[in-house]
């Protein structure tokens, strides 16, 4: 069996982020995001002007120990209220306090 693990050290492109976006939004597919922590909060923009539904994976990873009332947990909940955006509830054994 081979596996393949993937960690991603830099800040995505961006613009080919956005390419990939106009290329799927016209069969209407969702578009799948993996932030972590304070990412959603350094990525909110862009997530947020996302013309399509978005899905964020992993409920977003928020550092729990900041609190409901946290910068990323506020930054999440700002995106959720746009209407097209979603939370995939999984990995909570990744979130601790």
Not at 10 to 37: S, Y
Request: one cysteine or more; charged letters at 15%; proline letters at 5%.
């Amino acid at each position: 069996m081979h596996s393949h693990s993937c960690f991603v050290l830099a800040a995505p492109d961006l613009a080919a982020v956005q390419e990939v976006i106009a290329k799927v939004r016209p069969f209407g597919w969702h578009v799948a995001i993996h932030v972590a922590g304070h990412h959603i909060v350094r990525y909110a923009d862009l997530i947020g002007g996302i013309e399509a539904t978005v899905v964020i994976d992993h409920m977003a990873r928020p550092p729990v120990v900041e609190g409901a009332d946290g910068p990323a947990l506020t930054a999440l909940r700002r995106l959720l209220g746009k209407g097209n955006i979603w939370v995939k509830i999984s990995g909570a054994g990744r979130l601790s306090a």
